[in-house]
């Protein structure tokens, strides 16, 4: 055969099989078509409870449902999570005792979740502490599996002081705040995700040595997001797992319940610094947060409380990370904070900043 029989040959050859995979391709592409149509078609369909309840990809969200009447009034009767962050505690060491009980918790206007709550809720209390105090755990397991809790801010064999407590039983540990900045402490008994997702994390606070300036307020702000197997209006949510590892949540929240501080504004002063303190329990999503109407003054990315950004729009939080931002608001007005990731404010991750104690509604 001549050389240029034989690239012939190949060219031809070559042709065939290109032909070939582009059937084979348009052939999968039909297939998978043809399965999405299924799981579109009417009689797989769920029935959709709210009119805000969609299926995606065969996967039921609630994103958004809520039962009827003005979720606005009903986010009004609940009592928000406080977000000022609590006064320190003299002395060298701060016991803190929680209690983990399987409670119903409200996670947004008329919707209820079974979940597994550090001293009773989600997130748990927060825990303020000066660098070099002493914090002394004692968590006592109130629920009807094993539970553990891990601190971000300590340094400790977690094998020893992280390990599982069954029910009825109690551990205690100790650990010298050494890190300054905000920390997130959750359950760490597997699946990780599932114990985070149902509720069980909390933030520590441990302010530098040399005190940070001094502000007028100081709020702390848990993110966390929420994946409901149900819409839980009429009866409370349970944990969806498999939304869970797809991080398809229902609702995204700041201390839990979504928009609750659109319902009660925290408040500032013109011209005074504010302070927050984000910790980010997750599961799995990121935090990017910004306040509308402004440009953080000074942002400690990842809690590092020597090397603060200054003049910051958006700043990211990770899962299991924390950041400390401060604004100074001279204008009057409604400044919503919000995370800039937008799903996670139509989700409900959004209050509102109420400089100056002004009247009306806000823009987000
Ligand atoms: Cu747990």
């Known amino acids: 055969m001549t050389y240029a029989k034989v690239s012939l040959t190949l060219v031809v050859l070559s042709l065939v099989a290109a032909f070939t995979a582009a059937i084979f391709a348009l052939d999968s592409v039909d297939a998978a078509r043809s399965a999405q149509d299924k799981q579109r078609s009417p009689a797989t369909e769920p029935m959709a409870h709210e009119a805000a309840s969609t299926a995606v990809g065969g996967v039921q ?78 968590l006592t397991n109130g629920g009807a599996i094993p ?36 920390f997130v402490y959750h359950c760490g008994t597997k699946p990780v995700l599932a114990h985070i997702a149902n509720g069980m994390y909390g933030a520590i606070v441990v302010d530098p040595a040399k005190p940070l300036p001094p502000s007028h307020h100081q709020y702390v702000l848990v993110a966390s997001e929420w994946y ?15 939304k869970a590892r797809l991080m398809m949540p229902d ?15 925290l408040e500032a002063d013109p011209g005074h610094l504010v ?9 799995s999503l990121v935090t990017a947060f910004h306040v509308v109407g402004t440009i953080f003054s000074r942002v400690y990315p990842e809690g590092d409380m020597t090397h603060p950004l ?22 009057p007005g409604l400044y919503p904070f919000v995370n800039h990731s937008f799903a996670s404010v139509d989700m409900g991750q959004v209050g509102i900043l109420n400089v100056g104690d002004v009247e009306g509604t806000a823009s987000h």
């Open 61 to 138: 969200s609630y994103a958004g449902a809520t039962p009827a009447g003005n979720p606005d009034t009903i986010a009004a009767s609940q009592a928000p999570f406080p977000a000022e962050l609590p006064p320190l505690h003299a002395g060298r060491v701060l016991p803190v005792r929680i209690t983990l009980k399987d409670v119903t918790v409200p996670i947004a206007p008329g919707v209820r979740y079974r979940a597994w709550g550090f001293d009773g809720g989600a997130p748990g209390p927060v825990v303020h502490v000066r660098q070099g105090q002493t914090v002394r755990i004692t």
């Open 228 to 242: 409901l197997d149900s819409p839980g209006t009429s009866e409370p949510a349970s944990l969806d797992m498999t």
């Open 275 to 283: 302070r927050f303190y984000v910790a980010n329990a997750g599961p």
């Open 251 to 265: 609702w995204v929240t700041f201390n839990g319940y979504a928009g609750q501080y659109k319902a009660h504004p």
């Open 310 to 331: 200054t003049g910051v729009q958006t700043s990211d939080v990770p899962a299991g990370g924390g950041a400390v931002f401060e604004v100074k608001i001279d204008q």
């Open 147 to 182: 539970h553990s809790i891990d601190f971000h801010a300590a340094r400790i064999a977690p094998n020893v002081a992280f390990r599982d407590v069954e029910p009825g039983k109690s551990i205690t540990y100790s650990f010298r705040a050494n890190d300054p900045g905000v």
